[in-house]
């Protein structure tokens, strides 16, 4: 995917889907959120939907993403799947993870 | 079957075990693994830790109520149904029955990005939630190590590794964790440190490029073990490993006899053959017919109705029926009674471990009362002498207390003296039989000898035999003073003496004859002389016949005259009667 494009999708207003999986309301779990929810306003704001999905209560879930370790961010859309294992604390790494272009 | 959550016995506690139903390996785990432990197995690529760990399932799923768990890291789901399926298991329909339940991992670092802290409670979440869901026993997690390939943190790691161990033991299951051979560590990740309860070594090495899979247990705490390391191998019937047998020498045995199949050879052996559950040797030079004392063994193993395993690395089941029928032993109908089994494979299609692993499975499932290898030696051609000994003295141990009788027979390049590996293999046989190839005067000739047979008295003779339309047949016995004669030699030995038993016949007859003129001539002469003595004692009866007529004639006259003249003086008329007498 070449920057152009990003920019293309980014300004056609797609849609990106994240979903977090968590397990319980850990320290870990909650930064994690707070982290992302700080991104995504930063660098995604009105873009962006999280879903966060709590493998304790739903634990038949984690089959579908494969997912083994909390928190992970899942890049559901836009394609191609992508995950992020860790609190997100380093938003370096989760920008270039989710493959978005920092505003600035 | 097995209570894993109980320990038996109020004198001794026994760590719980859990079978592994594998053939052997619960034999040498005397039980099978630690119950609601964790236990590790360390191969490499594709020495069948996979298959260990399946089997582990299946045989707890099907034969012990246990139901299990497979979480596979490398394998998706449908390539372990398709690889297992060619073993006969149909794991497709386990997990339909709720006995296996099968949850693919998959860890792949090239979509995987790390920041920040993380643990791997999703992992445990997940592996609850298949245990939870069919109530799993058993667990299965292969290859484990494929985290430390997709995670760069390894601390996390580690120490979450650490927890999962704890975290299995608490769910009270059996576990089995795989892990890749090391070049440093035994593990390439040092899971060993993790796992202290079991650890179960896989190998597979190529000697000469005859490959052998090897198992040994390095660590099993709390409970004793085999260590030693065990050939297993890996068929259309799954994994099987080399059992040991009992170590020591404590098989009950047999009084009772077999025929060797040759009657005149039963002669040799006290009279009665082979004792049942011993183990023969028949050794032997090329050509001295080792495969035919084995073929005579088992027709009359068959005829007795007893069931045979007839290992050949020499010929085809084809070929020894043929080869048998032209000295008039007919082992078809026994193969096709299902009394006769002949299995027949190339010495170099496996290592030596390999084949004797294969011998053991048929033995094991076939059990039959009489076996025999041919040749023995083959298989000593593909190990070092101390392998084959060892080997060997399992196999031999496994046959004897199965009261299983053994015959093997063993090629001998030398003619006099048996080779250093011979002997080594010889002090565990019974009865040997030694064929010799006997050579003098422009010919060979076969001759054999019982060179030992424990616990009878046997014949100390050479004896010669031929192998003849009729199967072997041992002939008499020549002996002059330089040796048995055979063959031609024997022919003119034997002419010889029917030549001079010949002569001697005709020397009594000829001295009968003398007997018969001399006592003819005697008798003639006894006849004579009988003769002679009746004419004479008729000629004297009749002189004195005649004396006495003419006394008689005298006295009458006495008489009258006496009474002519009156007188009655008796002194006269015995004068006169004197003086007449002496007159006439």
């Known amino acids: 995917m070449t920057n152009t494009e990003e920019m293309a999708s980014e300004e056609n207003g797609e849609k990106w889907i994240l979903r977090l999986y968590v397990a319980g309301q850990t320290p870990k779990s909650l930064a994690a959120f707070a982290n992302l929810k700080r991104i995504c306003e930063e660098h995604l704001a009105g873009r962006y939907e999280i879903e966060v999905i709590d493998l304790l209560e739903h634990p038949q879930l984690a089959r579908g993403d494969q997912i083994f370790a909390v928190p992970t961010l899942v890049r559901k859309l836009p394609p191609p799947l992508r995950k992020i294992i860790g609190d997100l604390s380093n938003t370096e790494k989760v920008l270039v993870g989710l493959d978005v272009q920092p505003r600035r | ?584």
């Open chain 2, 1 to 584: 079957m097995y209570d894993t959550e109980q320990s038996p016995g109020p004198a001794r506690i026994e760590l719980p075990k859990s079978p592994t139903g594998i053939q052997g390996l619960d034999e040498i785990t005397l039980g099978g693994l630690p119950g609601g432990r964790t236990t590790l197995v360390v191969g490499r690529a594709g020495s069948g830790k996979t298959l260990l760990g399946i089997e582990f399932l299946v045989h707890g799923a099907l034969d012990f109520g246990e139901p299990g768990v497979f979480i596979s890291f490398e394998e998706t789901p449908g390539d372990l149904v398709q690889n297992v399926a060619s073993l006969g298991y149909d794991l497709n329909d386990l997990c339909e029955r709720n006995l296996l339940a099968i949850d693919h991992v998959e860890v792949s670092r090239s979509d995987i990005i790390e920041t920040g802290e993380f643990d791997l409670e999703a992992l445990f979440i997940r592996l609850g939630y298949a245990i939870d869901s069919i109530g799993a026993k058993r667990i299965v997690l292969d290859t484990i190590e494929s985290l430390f390939s997709g995670l760069t943190n390894t601390g996390i790691l580690r120490a979450e590794l650490r927890r999962l161990f704890f975290w299995l033991k608490d769910k009270g299951v059996t576990a089995v964790v795989t892990g890749e051979s090391g070049e440093v560590t035994m593990t390439r990740h040092g899971l060993e440190e993790y796992i202290s309860d079991c650890v179960i070594l896989l190998d597979h090495r190529v000697d000469d490029q005859i490959s052998t899979r090897r198992l040994r247990v390095v660590k099993y705490r709390g409970t004793v073990h085999g260590t030693n390391e065990y050939p297993f191998l890996i068929d259309e019937g799954g994994f099987s490993v080399l059992p040991i047998t009992s170590a020591g020498l404590l098989h009950t045995v047999s009084s009772e006899r077999v025929s060797s199949g040759v009657e005149r050879l039963d002669a040799m052996l006290d009279g009665e053959g082979f004792y049942r559950g011993s183990t023969i040797m028949v050794a032997g030079t090329p050509g001295t017919g080792k495969s035919t004392f084995a073929a005579h063994f088992l027709n009359a193993a068959c005829l007795r109705g007893e069931k045979c395993l007839y290992f050949s690395f020499e010929e085809s089941p084809d070929q020894i029926v043929r080869n048998m029928r032209s000295i008039g032993i007919d082992l078809a109908p026994h193969i096709e009674s299902g009394l006769l089994e002949i299995h027949s494979s190339r010495p170099t299609m496996y290592g030596l471990e390999m084949h004797l692993v294969m011998l053991f499975k048929q033995i094991r499932e076939r059990q039959p009362e009489v076996v025999v290898i041919d040749p023995l030696s083959d298989l000593s051609a593909i190990g070092t002498t101390k392998d084959v000994k060892v080997m060997l003295t399992r196999l031999i141990d496994y046959l004897k207390t199965n009261r299983i009788t053994a015959l093997f027979t063993h090629l001998l390049h030398t003619q006099e003296e048996m080779a250093p590996s011979d002997l080594a293999v010889s002090s565990l046989i019974d009865t040997l039989i030694q064929l010799l190839d006997v050579e003098s005067a422009g010919e060979r000739n076969r001759g054999l000898y019982v060179l030992k047979s424990r616990g009878m008295g046997h014949s100390n003779q050479i004896r010669e035999y031929r192998i003849t339309d009729g199967g072997i047949q041992l002939v008499d016995v020549y002996v002059g003073p330089a040796g048995m004669f055979m063959g031609t030699a024997r022919l003119m030995q034997e002419a010889k003496e029917r030549a001079e038993a010949q002569a001697r016949n005709e020397e009594i007859a000829a001295r009968q004859r003398e007997l018969e003129l001399e006592r003819n001539a005697l008798e003639a002469r006894i006849a004579a002389l009988q003769n002679e003595f009746a004419s004479r004692e008729e000629e004297l009866q009749r002189m004195i016949e005649a004396e006495s007529r003419r006394q008689k004639m005298i006295d009458a006259g006495t008489r009258a005259i006496e009474r002519l003249r009156k007188a009655d003086d008796d002194k006269k008329v015995q004068a006169t009667r004197g003086e007449t007498g002496v007159e006439r």
